[in-house]
């Protein structure tokens, strides 16, 4: 994690502290600071650390680096931004594979681009997140998904055990371009920063097939709604506009006058009931359509949650009872399809057509895979689903072993390659199995 120089954390500190003085306050002056050779700096090492591909334009860091330089690039980039000279680049359009089967867009802004788009990020994102309500998690400074799924488990405890597991109809895709900026000139009234922006919101969207044919297929000055996945500003935003829902849930003080908390991660988001669902789900639709935005009918459920469960952020909750003492208690686990992945993943890494590959490069990608996951999902009422994964990757490492060094029994594999041996002499990473916290219910 890049440490954001002094400089810079001073000035986003003003801002935050001036939009929480003054929640009514339009900043007017704040295109000089995008142009901040600091600020530049620190945003394209940002997105350098992020490993991006290259955009439409085919320039990669490397490109960058071994041809004008990285202080020759920023200089360019500072000077078309103080000139206002300034132009987008059509974004790539690449597809890559939902946990379904189907695939899901993604866009790519050039490098350019992207570090235009994380300086303007860096200056106003203090202001907003001033504004931001407390059950939001998503994409937000020093937030997470475990903090959201506390909140949802804390919730369930409480009583609020019937649960609106909502689901947005292609939001990314549905975002009005002129209530978003509506929304963003709320805070924001230097034009120079929303000229930017709304330049982001109608770059033309291309798509390169395998024959290096290319095509639009989105975006341009026509188009009135969608920011693309993959956007460096593009969750910043897509989190502001879904804060409306939050807003008119506060102000209008839905929890307790509808008995339902909502608890909401991007376009993620959970309504917790205890006196029945027909009226927070009335009141979601109603919002909802003021935004433009539309719940998707197929993939929204109502649960019971001390009768079913349900997913969230990768987690499945539900209302367990504690053989130890006999109380009901909100069980977070990793879900059924967060553990069919990581299995499938480590199955595709230590498979027989990988036994050419040196055994210290198969292992070290299993390692890196399981020690991502494990430091997401090792956390709360875990210790089940860890103890499957570990037992999966002894045994998928123990017959990639027994293929690479032709043992054709399996008792014999487990003879030579026992589960000591599989950590001490060939170095696969050990998931642990006690739970993620040290207050879990057994």
Not at 117 to 134: R, S, T, W
Not at 201 to 219: C, M, N, S
Not at 238 to 245: C, G, S, T, V
Request: with cysteine; glycine share 8%.
């Amino acid at each position: 994690m890049l440490r954001t120089p002094d400089k810079i954390r001073t000035l986003q500190r003003k801002l935050y502290r001036k939009a929480k003085q003054e929640p009514a306050f339009r900043f007017y002056a704040l295109y000089d600071k995008v142009y901040r050779m600091d600020i530049l700096s620190h945003a394209y090492h940002l997105v350098l650390a992020n490993k991006g591909s290259a955009g439409i334009d085919g320039i990669t860091f490397r490109a960058i680096r071994e041809k004008e330089g990285e202080t020759a690039f920023l200089a360019e980039l500072q000077e078309a931004l103080r000139g206002k000279t300034y132009e987008v680049s059509p974004v790539k359009r690449v597809m890559i594979p939902k946990g379904n089967g189907g695939m899901r867009p993604l866009g790519i802004p050039t490098i350019r681009d992207r570090v235009a788009q994380m300086a303007v990020k860096l200056v106003i994102e203090p202001i907003f997140e001033a504004d931001f309500c407390g059950n939001s998690y998503g994409f937000r400074p020093h937030r997470s998904a475990h903090d959201a799924v506390d909140d949802i488990a804390i919730t369930l405890n409480r009583g609020y055990t019937q649960v609106i597991d909502a689901d947005l109809s292609k939001y990314f895709d549905s975002i009005p371009h002129a209530n978003l900026m509506a929304t963003v000139a709320e805070r924001i009234s230097d034009g120079a920063i929303l000229h930017l922006i709304k330049m982001w919101l109608k770059a033309p969207v291309i798509e390169e097939d395998q024959k290096g044919t290319r095509r639009t297929v989105g975006g341009g000055k026509g188009n009135r709604k969608g920011t693309p996945q993959g956007g460096v500003i593009s969750p910043l935003l897509a989190n502001l506009y879904l804060h409306l829902l939050d807003r008119l849930w506060d102000r209008h003080k839905l929890e307790r006058k509808l008995g339902a908390h909502l608890v909401r991660y991007a376009d993620d988001f959970v309504v917790l009931c205890r006196q029945g669902i027909d009226r927070p789900m009335e009141a979601v639709r109603l919002i909802l359509d003021r935004l433009g935005l539309v719940l998707n009918a197929e993939k929204t459920h109502v649960v019971d949650a001390k009768q079913g469960r349900f997913n969230f952020l990768g987690f499945e909750i539900h209302i367990a009872r504690s053989w130890r003492t006999g109380g009901h208690y909100a069980n977070v686990q990793p879900s059924r399809k967060s553990l069919r992945t990581i299995k499938r993943r480590l199955s595709s890494m230590t498979g027989r057509e990988l036994t050419h590959v040196p055994l210290e490069g198969v292992v070290g990608k299993v390692n890196e895979t399981l020690r991502g996951w494990v430091a997401y999902f090792h956390y709360r009422n875990c210790s089940k689903v860890m103890t499957k994964v570990k037992t999966h990757a002894e045994e998928r490492l123990r017959i990639h072993l027994r293929r690479r060094y032709k043992v054709r029994h399996r008792v014999s594999g487990y003879g030579r390659f026992p589960d000591r041996s599989l950590y001490e002499r060939y170095g696969l990473y050990k998931v642990p199995t006690t739970a993620g916290w040290t207050k879990a219910h057994a």
